[in-house]
């Protein structure tokens, strides 16, 4: 019985070299950089799949059904973008074909009434650091942060996920989200009014750790994707 090697997640994004050799690997269907691709890019997708439908659950389908789509179809990247931000079109677009199907009528550019004078959450002061509980008040702070995003309107939240949460730049992000760099711009200016700048300063470091997919959950779905393709 084959041992499988225990891959590290990348601690940057992947060089344009290692893209390419990953993506001749996968496209010979060698399961180690199928796996690796997967790891890189998971949290990214699982992020800017739940901005758009804000259920962790559906999220997750549009994760796997987008890795499913993408190495069935490998041949189909040409090198035009990052193998990142052409994963992430792919999952954003079925993201956004899941919510169609469910509100027919929805479209997610667009603003409610009133929706720059929507009322922003108050969020409960960081605890100080010699406070034994900190730990578990950041993790309820991290529960409220992400409450508070998934309820900006829908064209804030995502360039917010992109931009502050996935640290994507202003030109990536126009390019994931089909958008002018001057909308993006706007629309996270606008995001950050709604959850405060103050606020989000003194939540900085836990919100990096917000909507974490990672671990077993992580593992869980790439064995998934590996299953499907065959190569598990």
């Given at each position: 019985?084959?041992?499988?090697?225990?891959?590290?997640?990348?601690?940057?994004?992947?060089?344009?070299?290692e893209?390419?050799?990953?993506v001749?690997?996968?496209?010979?269907?060698?399961?180690?950089?199928?796996?690796?691709?997967?790891?890189?890019?998971n949290?990214?997708?699982?992020?800017?799949?739940?901005?758009?439908?804000?259920?962790?659950?559906?999220?997750?389908?549009?994760?796997?059904?987008?890795?499913?789509?993408?190495?069935?179809?490998?041949?189909?990247?040409?090198?035009?973008?990052?193998?990142?931000?052409?994963?992430?079109?792919?999952?954003?677009?079925?993201?956004?074909?899941?919510?169609?199907?469910?509100?027919?009528?929805?479209?997610?550019?667009?603003?409610?009434?009133?929706?720059?004078?929507?009322?922003?959450?108050?969020?409960?002061?960081?605890?100080?650091?010699?406070?034994?509980?900190?730990?578990?008040?950041?993790?309820?702070?991290?529960?409220?942060?992400?409450?508070?995003?998934?309820?900006?309107?829908?064209?804030?939240?995502?360039?917010?996920i992109?931009?502050?949460?996935?640290?994507?730049?202003?030109?990536?992000?126009?390019?994931?989200?089909?958008?002018?760099?001057?909308?993006?711009?706007?629309?996270?200016?606008r995001?950050?009014?709604?959850?405060?700048?103050?606020?989000?300063?003194?939540?900085?470091?836990?919100?990096?750790?917000?909507?974490?997919?990672?671990?077993?959950?992580?593992?869980?779905?790439?064995?998934?994707?590996?299953?499907?393709?065959?190569?598990?």
């Amino acid at each position: 019985m084959s041992v499988v090697p225990q891959l590290r997640l990348p601690a940057s994004p992947l060089s344009l070299s290692e893209e390419a050799d990953l993506v001749r690997r996968a496209r010979a269907r060698e399961a180690s950089a199928v796996r690796a691709i997967i790891q890189a890019n998971n949290r990214r997708l699982f992020r800017m799949a739940r901005s758009i439908l804000k259920n962790d659950a559906e999220a997750e389908d549009v994760v796997q059904e987008t890795y499913v789509r993408a190495f069935t179809h490998l041949d189909g990247f040409r090198g035009e973008s990052s193998l990142a931000t052409w994963l992430t079109r792919i999952a954003m677009n079925e993201a956004l074909g899941r919510l169609r199907r469910q509100h027919p009528t929805v479209e997610w550019t667009t603003l409610e009434p009133g929706a720059l004078e929507a009322q922003v959450i108050q969020f409960p002061l960081s605890t100080p650091p010699e406070d034994p509980e900190r730990t578990m008040a950041q993790r309820e702070i991290q529960t409220v942060v992400e409450r508070a995003i998934d309820e900006l309107p829908d064209a804030f939240r995502s360039v917010f996920i992109a931009r502050v949460v996935e640290g994507l730049s202003t030109e990536e992000t126009a390019e994931v989200l089909d958008l002018k760099p001057e909308t993006v711009k706007t629309r996270l200016f606008r995001a950050r009014a709604l959850l405060r700048d103050n606020v989000e300063k003194r939540i900085g470091p836990v919100m990096m750790e917000a909507f974490p997919f990672a671990g077993k959950r992580c593992e869980r779905l790439t064995e998934a994707v590996l299953k499907r393709l065959d190569l598990a």
